[in-house]
């Protein structure tokens, strides 16, 4: 009685629904007018029924005789849900379909589609608690997506004539130990290998272009060998644990305009096409010997890794390797144009070449790799920003036909480093800093005319306590503030041709604790944009020039010795001169300053004036006409 209700069922229900799945179009009573099975070729024998539902305590007798009623191409879609008696059930009939669902079947132990050869829309196979086998061995392509996921005892999957796929996941099948797919050619979207607790071999060996490739959180995999496959959008490999080698012998290029694509990963924002090779502790070898363009090229945080041989990259969108503690080399010596690469935290890597890089505004960031004694950028003429920071034992940096650099400049925390000289840089387009290099002597930029542009742009050379040479003789705007401190043996601070600094931000102009100065000039300078205060506090300065300065807000100069010149010859307006130093000003400086005060036409008035020294006879006078004029003039002997 159960089986002619549910045969009722099927019939009354779905039967009304005619699709066509197949690929053919006109043959075989699918949907042409010279079908054989059909005069029209939609009422044929072969027509099959449209939607068929197995659920409920459906037996596999049952099953079996709704499945020979559901024969022909136009059956598309078939839901397994939620069955309980159902053991094992055989659609021998089916060869395309458009939706499969085989879902939470308590005791459903195979699932046999022998003759299916297309998918189209959507296939899941889930939560089948007891399904140890899926056989479609005829399976040629999906269109869809097709899902096989969180079946706990499922142990083989026959997809042995699988040529092309769309989608295809397989993850959390905890018993499966081999994923085959010996026939596959062509991934045009996805495959996702993850989360397989026993699973110790992939077979791809057919595989020869992928869209994306994921392979991750596979415990028990040792290998990865993917012997043919030649082109790449993303191929993603993390947290296999005992992953050891990964053989990409012949891979030789991207060609995905993927945006979007990601792949989970806690520490890094892994997006793009590209090969993300990550977390996987015992991994030593790497074999893409035959790739010239990987997009990214991420290689991060994988314990063992000593072997990887980039030679044949000729260009790539960007470059990480990160946290590698045993890879001793990083080598392009093909490598023409990049836009971004990172060498980070890499304890035991010795060497890194980068002999041909030449264009792609490529953004350089390396720090904490501590037995790297040189960074070289022979030929690289253009940068997109440069961080160079914490390599302990790095004594040389090479970069000597750079020209520009688009973005922030950093040059800190080098223990070794000696000489830090740019020789070709004219232009470096937003912050700029030499900062706490312990060993450093010589800063030297020959051609560098700009820092910034109308954005912020700060000039910081500090704490850098051996170095007594800063050459800038050509730099002549700054676009934002300066900062020079801490350099306790530089002697001289000279600026020939800087002419504006700082911009409409309110930024500093800050020169203090340089141990050794006696002399800051600055003989060209004319501008200095919404800067608050030019604050000087130097030891032993003798001598400043700031000759062609005519505007500035407040001016503050100390010093423990006395000051013996001063040059404010063309001082205009100004809100402060807060000339209270320590050490005292001169006489002839006293009397060169005011008399350029009062000679200011027309009359400053509402100013503040601070001045120690001994004033002359004539000082005093000039002293009581600018109070006169209403200024507040202290002075302090």
Same mark, same amino acid.
């Given at each position: 009685?159960?089986?002619?209700?549910?045969?009722?069922?099927?019939? &009354?229900?779905?039967?009304?629904?005619?699709?066509?799945?197949?690929?053919?179009?006109?043959?075989?009573?699918?949907?042409?007018?010279?079908?054989?099975?059909?005069?029209?070729?939609?009422?044929?024998?072969?027509?099959?029924?449209?939607?068929?539902?197995?659920?409920?305590?459906?037996?596999?007798?049952?099953?079996?005789?709704?499945?020979?009623?559901?024969?022909?191409?136009?059956?598309?879609?078939?839901?397994?849900?939620?069955?309980?008696?159902?053991?094992?059930?055989?659609?021998?009939?089916?060869?395309?379909?458009?939706?499969?669902?085989?879902?939470?079947?308590?005791?459903?132990?195979?699932?046999?589609?022998?003759?299916?050869?297309?998918?189209?829309?959507?296939?899941?196979?889930?939560?089948?608690?007891?399904?140890?086998?899926?056989?479609?061995?005829?399976?040629?392509?999906?269109?869809?997506?097709?899902?096989?996921?969180?079946?706990?005892?499922?142990?083989?999957?026959?997809?042995?004539?699988?040529?092309?796929?769309? &989608?295809?996941?397989?993850?959390?099948?905890?018993?499966?130990?081999?994923?085959?797919?010996?026939?596959?050619?062509?991934?045009?979207?996805?495959?996702?290998?993850?989360?397989?607790?026993?699973?110790?071999?992939?077979?791809?060996?057919?595989?020869?272009?992928?869209?994306?490739?994921?392979?991750?959180?596979?415990?028990?995999?040792?290998?990865?060998?993917?012997?043919?496959?030649?082109?790449?959008?993303?191929?993603?490999?993390?947290?296999?644990?005992?992953?050891?080698?990964?053989?990409?012998?012949?891979?030789?290029?991207?060609?995905?305009?993927?945006?979007?694509?990601?792949?989970?990963?806690?520490?890094?924002?892994?997006?793009?096409?590209?090969?993300?090779?990550?977390?996987?502790?015992?991994?030593?070898?790497?074999?893409?010997?035959?790739?010239?363009?990987?997009?990214?090229?991420?290689?991060?945080?994988?314990?063992?890794?000593?072997?990887?041989?980039?030679?044949?990259?000729?260009?790539?969108?960007?470059?990480?390797?990160?946290?590698?503690?045993?890879?001793?080399?990083?080598?392009?010596?093909?490598?023409?144009?990049?836009?971004?690469?990172?060498?980070?935290?890499?304890?035991?890597?010795?060497?890194?070449?980068?002999?041909?890089?030449?264009?792609?505004?490529?953004?350089?960031?390396?720090?904490?790799?501590?037995?790297?004694?040189?960074?070289?950028?022979?030929?690289?003429?253009?940068?997109?920003?440069?961080?160079?920071?914490?390599?302990?034992?790095?004594?040389?940096?090479?970069?000597?036909?750079?020209?520009?650099?688009?973005?922030?400049?950093?040059?800190?925390?080098?223990?070794?480093?000696?000489?830090?000289?740019?020789?070709?840089?004219?232009?470096?387009?937003?912050?700029?800093?030499?900062?706490?290099?312990?060993?450093?002597?010589?800063?030297?930029?020959?051609?560098?005319?700009?820092?910034?542009?109308?954005?912020?742009?700060?000039?910081?050379?500090?704490?850098?306590?051996?170095?007594?040479?800063?050459?800038?003789?050509?730099?002549?705007?700054?676009?934002?503030?300066?900062?020079?401190?801490?350099?306790?043996?530089?002697?001289?601070?000279?600026?020939?041709?800087?002419?504006?600094?700082?911009?409409?931000?309110?930024?500093?102009?800050?020169?203090?604790?340089?141990?050794?100065?006696?002399?800051?000039?600055?003989?060209?300078?004319?501008?200095?944009?919404?800067?608050? &205060?030019?604050?000087?506090?130097?030891?032993?300065?003798?001598?400043?020039?700031?000759?062609?300065?005519?505007?500035?807000?407040?001016?503050?100069?100390?010093?423990?010795?006395?000051?013996?010149?001063?040059?404010?010859?063309?001082?205009?307006?100004?809100?402060?001169?807060?000339?209270?130093?320590?050490?005292?000003?001169?006489?002839?400086?006293?009397?060169?300053?005011?008399?350029?005060?009062?000679?200011?036409?027309?009359?400053?008035?509402?100013?503040?004036?601070?001045?120690?020294?001994?004033?002359?006879?004539?000082?005093?006078?000039?002293?009581?006409?600018?109070?006169?004029?209403?200024?507040?003039?202290?002075?302090?002997?």
């Amino acid at each position: 009685m159960k089986y002619t209700f549910l045969r009722i069922f099927v019939i &009354t229900i779905v039967v009304a629904m005619a699709f066509s799945c197949s690929p053919e179009d006109g043959e075989n009573g699918v949907n042409g007018t010279d079908g054989i099975d059909g005069t029209d070729g939609i009422s044929g024998a072969d027509n099959g029924l449209g939607y068929v539902v197995f659920s409920g305590n459906i037996t596999n007798d049952e099953a079996s005789a709704i499945a020979a009623e559901i024969s022909g191409k136009n059956t598309h879609t078939l839901l397994i849900k939620n069955t309980t008696n159902l053991t094992t059930l055989d659609l021998s009939q089916v060869s395309t379909l458009v939706r499969l669902e085989v879902i939470d079947n308590d005791n459903l132990q195979t699932l046999s589609l022998p003759n299916l050869e297309f998918t189209y829309e959507e296939v899941i196979i889930s939560d089948n608690q007891s399904l140890e086998r899926i056989d479609a061995p005829s399976l040629i392509n999906t269109f869809g997506s097709f899902s096989i996921n969180s079946n706990s005892v499922l142990n083989t999957i026959n997809f042995g004539n699988l040529t092309r796929i769309k &989608t295809l996941s397989i993850l959390e099948n905890p018993l499966l130990g081999n994923v085959n797919l010996p026939s596959l050619i062509d991934i045009i979207s996805r495959l996702s290998i993850l989360n397989l607790e026993n699973l110790t071999s992939i077979g791809l060996n057919a595989l020869e272009s992928t869209n994306v490739l994921e392979i991750r959180e596979n415990p028990k995999l040792e290998i990865i060998d993917i012997p043919n496959l030649i082109t790449h959008g993303a191929i993603g490999i993390s947290d296999n644990e005992n992953l050891e080698t990964i053989n990409l012998p012949v891979l030789s290029n991207n060609n995905s305009d993927l945006q979007s694509i990601r792949f989970n990963n806690d520490d890094l924002d892994l997006e793009g096409p590209g090969l993300y090779i990550t977390n996987n502790s015992i991994l030593t070898t790497i074999d893409i010997t035959s790739l010239t363009n990987p997009g990214n090229l991420v290689i991060n945080n994988n314990d063992n890794l000593t072997i990887i041989d980039t030679g044949a990259i000729t260009s790539t969108a960007g470059i990480l390797f990160r946290s590698n503690p045993r890879i001793t080399s990083i080598a392009f010596p093909s490598l023409t144009s990049c836009t971004n690469i990172i060498i980070l935290e890499n304890e035991a890597l010795t060497n890194v070449t980068f002999p041909n890089l030449e264009e792609g505004n490529s953004n350089i960031y390396f720090s904490e790799n501590n037995l790297v004694t040189s960074l070289a950028f022979p030929k690289l003429i253009s940068s997109d920003g440069i961080f160079i920071s914490e390599n302990v034992a790095l004594e040389n940096i090479e970069f000597n036909l750079l020209r520009s650099n688009e973005g922030s400049f950093n040059v800190s925390a080098l223990q070794s480093l000696q000489t830090a000289s740019f020789p070709s840089l004219e232009t470096s387009l937003s912050n700029f800093s030499i900062a706490s290099n312990a060993a450093l002597t010589s800063i030297s930029f020959p051609m560098l005319t700009t820092i910034g542009r109308e954005t912020r742009a700060n000039f910081n050379i500090s704490n850098n306590p051996l170095v007594t040479n800063v050459d800038f003789p050509n730099l002549s705007t700054v676009f934002l503030g300066l900062t020079i401190t801490g350099n306790t043996a530089l002697t001289e601070i000279t600026f020939p041709l800087l002419t504006n600094i700082g911009n409409e931000r309110g930024p500093s102009f800050r020169i203090n604790d340089n141990g050794l100065i006696s002399n800051i000039s600055f003989p060209n300078l004319e501008v200095v944009n919404s800067i608050n &205060t030019i604050d000087i506090s130097e030891d032993m300065l003798e001598t400043v020039d700031f000759g062609t300065l005519t505007t500035l807000s407040e001016l503050d100069i100390d010093s423990t010795v006395l000051l013996t010149s001063l040059s404010l010859s063309s001082i205009q307006d100004f809100s402060a001169l807060d000339l209270d130093s320590t050490g005292g000003l001169s006489t002839t400086v006293l009397d060169d300053v005011l008399t350029r005060l009062v000679s200011i036409t027309p009359e400053i008035m509402g100013k503040r004036i601070v001045i120690r020294g001994t004033l002359s006879t004539e000082a005093l006078v000039q002293v009581e006409t600018l109070r006169a004029n209403g200024n507040s003039v202290t002075i302090r002997n």
